[in-house]
């Protein structure tokens, strides 16, 4: 990992990365989409309203595994003085966001035909809710000081911190008596949904985090070259003060 604390060395891998994952992501997601919304057949129960579960579900695995990343990344940053893991960790806040975001609002959207209601309390759905005001206070933390160094530690450890509140989602439903349904993919006796449906939510899972990495690899190099521009002028700041 240390040979990716170059800023040049990681630039490098990220550049071979990028044709690949985004590839990889347009050609899942769209897969994904047109097998889950066109061809997967309608719930017994639930019928054609089942289909909001291949972006609600694939959309929650991300918002935890987003920040699962951020939280790993904090802490490489904090013991190791990665120069790079804090970028990343940075980079990825706006995504986790934007997926949890997707989550509660396609949840909102199945849950008022299912439950009869746009919203309920319980211990998934508030859990979820807390995971996207961490997302805003991590990036929040960045925007409130004018010192990086400060900021990227701020911010870490609030990550480390918001971490707890992964297995909290989890394992929510097992916990405590809620309207959400406990697991159906992730279980110790296999998945308890058919092939029909298990294969397109596997593709859009598999897209959506192939399009993690695309927008990261982006927005990771947006950082570097922000904070490479940012030494520059304040070295010709300096060197003008000095003159």
């Given at each position: 990992?240390?040979?990716?604390?170059?800023?040049?060395?990681?630039?490098?891998?990220?550049?071979?990365?990028?044709?690949?994952?985004?590839?990889?992501?347009?050609?899942?997601?769209?897969?994904?989409?047109?097998?889950?919304?066109?061809?997967?057949?309608?719930?017994?129960?639930q019928g054609d309203t089942v289909r909001i579960m291949f972006v609600h579900v694939p959309s929650a695995w991300m918002a935890l595994f987003i920040y699962g990343a951020m939280a790993v990344s904090s802490a490489v940053a904090l013991i190791w003085k990665h120069a790079v893991a804090?970028?990343?960790?940075?980079?990825?806040?706006?995504?986790?966001?934007?997926?949890?975001?997707?989550?509660?609002?396609?949840?909102s959207l199945w849950?008022?035909?299912?439950?009869?209601?746009?919203?309920?309390?319980?211990?998934?759905?508030?859990?979820?809710?807390i995971l996207l005001f961490l997302y805003i206070g991590y990036m929040a933390l960045w925007q409130a000081f004018?010192?990086?160094?400060?900021?990227?530690?701020?911010?870490?450890?609030?990550?480390?911190?918001?971490?707890?509140?992964?297995?909290?989602i989890k394992f929510s439903v097992d916990w405590w008596n809620t309207l959400h349904q406990p697991a159906s993919v992730f279980t110790l006796s296999g998945p308890?949904?058919?092939?029909?449906?298990?294969?397109?939510?596997?593709?859009?899972?598999?897209g959506f985090k192939a399009y993690y990495v695309s927008v990261l690899v982006l927005r990771t190099r947006a950082e570097?070259?922000?904070?490479?521009?940012?030494a520059l002028r304040l070295t010709y700041a300096q060197a003008e003060a000095a003159e």
């Open positions: 990992m240390h040979r990716f604390a170059n800023p040049t060395r990681f630039l490098r891998l990220a550049d071979a990365i990028l044709p690949w994952s985004a590839a990889i992501a347009v050609l899942t997601i769209t897969a994904g989409l047109i097998w889950g919304l066109g061809f997967a057949p309608p719930d017994y129960q804090d970028l990343v960790a940075k980079a990825s806040a706006p995504i986790g966001a934007g997926f949890c975001l997707i989550c509660l609002i396609s949840g849950g008022e035909p299912m439950w009869g209601t746009w919203w309920q309390w319980d211990a998934r759905l508030t859990s979820m809710l004018d010192d990086p160094q400060r900021a990227a530690k701020a911010a870490a450890i609030l990550a480390l911190v918001g971490s707890v509140n992964l297995p909290i308890k949904i058919h092939i029909s449906m298990l294969m397109p939510l596997l593709l859009m899972a598999v570097i070259m922000a904070r490479r521009i940012r």
